[in-house]
């Protein structure tokens, strides 16, 4: 089959790509922006073009796609078959045994920590996922044997729904992606669909009152074996407890779930620590939720309890930015006060081309962010040049940079390295 994907750079449609590449398809594909992804991509035989081939059997889409995109206009116009990512992976789903992750914070690395307890024990499964898993030799999908899938279940725009899983799994539920929800309300009743939607559900103490089904499962995480973990966070640890449940509803001995979890080595861009390339230790991060910065911050600093810590943080959407600017403003400000960070840089905001508005983008903006924080250590840095004279007459031995950010500012770690 011929397959054209619309959107391939993104970390969870390209393991889907990678999953129907493997499985002997011929995979084309096309993004506004190039990428590491993308480069490994066409290293492994993608064809990346924006000319859609003739003969194309089927066209899969990323849901941050306008519907006036051009190629999927081509499309429909064509009576090609087309399909969303997550209705693409809900069709792979359909004839498998599937988990499937959720939660606003922490799908990712519990999506990982499950992943490799499931192929520990033997259950050799199909993984896709939104990182890139260092046992996995970094690669972002599994193709296993057996009749288990477990995916990353995303919630933006209701992606999640598409799936009716065996397992569901909720990590969490706040407030985000309020360009589509508008309000609390909103999401909750989303996540009580998915649950719903779900065999059975797991989820955690802390968050039952907000799921109204009568399939959950429910634990305390106090009343659990508390993992020990090679990664720093109390948030790792719970997300590490959500995948132990997950595990033992299985029937996989609590003991082997341990002993996977206490040898994970992370995941891509989740506190994902460089201390080799340079003097000085680099941790990429992708948080860009005030929770996710919050919490990271505070597990990077009782790691390096007494050096100094730089933070160059890329807000990730205007909109995210503007809803959530006194959490921002509260989250990063505290930061500072509590010496989690010494010095602080809000580089320019990331956007995905045509998805905001440009009245959004004038109520909003880094330097406003900064001036908002009021903090002699922050300050707002322009592009990557600054950026890299900074980190060049500032950074020393056993001092810690962290870039933090869901969008391109991971790029300015990649030119780091290319010095």
Not at 226 to 239: A, D, S
Not at 321 to 331: D, H, I, K, P
Not at 366 to 393: M, Q, R
């Amino acid at each position: 089959m011929k397959i054209y994907f619309i959107g391939i750079g993104g970390i969870g449609i390209s393991a889907l790509a990678k999953y129907y590449l493997k499985k002997g398809h011929r995979i084309y594909g096309s993004d506004i922006l190039d990428s590491e992804i993308i480069q490994d991509l066409k290293k492994n035989g993608v064809q990346i073009t924006n000319k859609l081939p003739d003969n194309i059997d089927l066209v899969i889409y990323t849901a941050a796609i306008s519907k006036q995109n051009k190629i999927y206009l081509k499309a429909k116009k064509r009576n090609i078959k087309t399909l969303s990512y997550p209705e693409a992976l809900a069709e792979l789903s359909k004839n498998m045994f599937t988990i499937a992750i959720s939660g606003t914070h922490g799908k990712s690395t519990t999506t990982a920590m499950l992943s490799l307890i499931l192929t520990e024990a033997g259950l050799d499964p199909t993984v896709i996922v939104g990182t890139k898993i260092k046992e996995f030799e970094n690669n972002n999908y599994r193709i296993g044997n057996s009749k288990y899938l477990i995916i990353e279940a995303c919630e933006y725009k209701d992606s999640f729904l598409n799936y009716h899983p065996d397992i569901g799994v909720i990590l969490n539920i706040e407030k985000d992606h309020l360009d589509y929800f508008k309000n609390f309300k909103n999401i909750k009743e989303s996540f009580n669909q998915f649950a719903k939607q779900s065999k059975k559900v797991i989820l955690e103490k802390q968050i039952q009152e907000l799921i109204n089904t009568q399939n959950k499962i429910i634990f305390d995480k106090n009343k659990i074996t508390k993992p020990i973990l090679n990664i720093p966070g109390e948030f790792n640890i719970l997300n590490a407890m959500h995948a132990i449940k997950v595990a033992d509803e299985l029937g996989i001995k609590k003991e082997l779930s341990l002993k996977v979890l206490s040898k994970f080595k992370g995941t891509w861009r989740r506190m994902d620590t460089d201390n080799k390339s340079f003097n000085f230790t680099i941790i990429n991060d992708y948080a860009h939720h005030p929770t996710e910065i919050k919490e990271t911050l505070k597990a990077i600093r009782e790691k390096y309890k007494t050096q100094k810590i730089y933070c160059i943080f890329q807000p990730h959407q205007y909109e995210r930015t503007l809803v959530f600017s006194n959490e921002f403003e509260n989250v990063l400000k505290n930061a500072l006060l509590k010496e989690h960070l010494n010095k602080l840089f809000l580089y320019p905001i990331y956007t995905a081309e045509g998805r905001e508005s440009p009245e959004i983008k004038k109520q909003i903006n880094s330097e406003k962010l900064v001036s908002k924080i009021n903090h002699k250590n922050c300050a707002f840095i322009k592009n990557f040049e600054e950026a890299k004279i900074f980190i060049k007459n500032t950074l020393k031995e056993n001092n810690v940079l962290i870039i933090m950010g869901a969008g391109n500012i991971y790029n300015l770690y990649l030119e780091l390295l290319s010095i």
